[in-house]
């Protein structure tokens, strides 16, 4: 099959064997494949991974396989997948269902080889049946808007809560933005791109913040909100040095998440 293999320098299009699949794995043609952030660190140098690896881990496809001790309903099946891998379903995060920090897990396109390919199998409890009615390229998404669902779910909002900052608009940034104006959230967006800011701007964001463009972010953010600051901030750069904005545009006893 064909992949893009990353060398630890270069990724390029190879001829690689198709994944050898496992009694306990099934076997997918992947459809679709979505580009992260992370896979973007991988390649500048940002993140180590082992090498040769095949990328990506944001995709769709269709069950072909499955191996002998698998439900064979699985086949035929389209569906997309989480990160995690060789959940070991005993540790003290397991034990706690926190499977995705499993002591164990090995996530695809990061520890072992992931979707930038023709093939690939996994363990049918990563997988998710997807309605006929949603493409290929769609499901693509499932992945990350479930990272930004899941920041609601560790940070339940509050009743009083009502201006949720945003900073940072990649894929992960953009998909909180939707998820944060279905709650009934008022979003405040910071990003360097005006071309993001438009996006967010079009969702519904209420004010977007070129960075570039303030002098300082947390006091744009506090002439939005009543100089008090957003109820939530929730960081997506990652960036340390965004640290002391991210606390500073949040309202006293305010949550943050990063
Ligand atoms: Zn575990």
């Not at 299009?13 to 494949?33: C, D, H, T, Y």
């Not at 800011?197 to 079009?202: T, Y």
């Amino acid at each position: 099959m064909k992949a893009a293999v990353f060398d630890g320098q270069d990724i390029s299009i190879k001829e690689v064997p198709i994944p050898r699949l496992g009694e306990s794995q099934a076997l997918i043609q992947i459809k679709a494949s979505g580009i992260c952030g992370t896979d973007i660190a991988i390649v500048k140098g940002d993140l180590p991974t082992p090498t040769p690896i095949i990328l990506g881990h944001e995709f769709a496809g269709e069950v072909i396989e499955v191996g002998k001790k698998i439900d064979k309903n699985w086949e035929g099946k389209h569906v997309t997948s989480e990160i995690n891998s060789n959940i070991d379903f005993s540790c003290y995060y397991c034990e706690r269902k926190i499977f995705s920090q499993c002591l164990s897990r090995q996530a695809l396109g990061i520890d072992i080889n992931g979707s930038f390919a023709e093939y690939i199998v996994v363990e049918p409890y990563m997988l998710h049946e997807i309605p006929r009615k949603i493409s290929y390229k769609e499901a693509t998404f499932i992945e990350p808007l479930a990272a930004a669902y899941q920041t609601f779910e560790m940070m339940p909002l509050a009743d009083e809560d009502r201006v949720i900052a945003i900073y940072g608009l990649g894929k992960l940034g953009l998909l909180l933005t939707q998820v944060a104006l279905a709650k009934g959230l008022d979003v405040i967006a910071v990003d360097g791109s005006n071309t993001k800011l438009s996006l967010a701007e079009k969702y519904g964001a209420k004010r977007v913040i070129n960075r570039f463009e303030v002098e300082n972010i947390s006091d744009a953010i506090k002439s939005s909100t009543d100089n008090l600051g957003a109820d939530i901030v929730v960081d997506t750069t990652g960036n340390p040095e965004a640290l002391i904005d991210i606390v500073a545009s949040c309202k006293t006893r305010g949550k943050t998440h990063i």
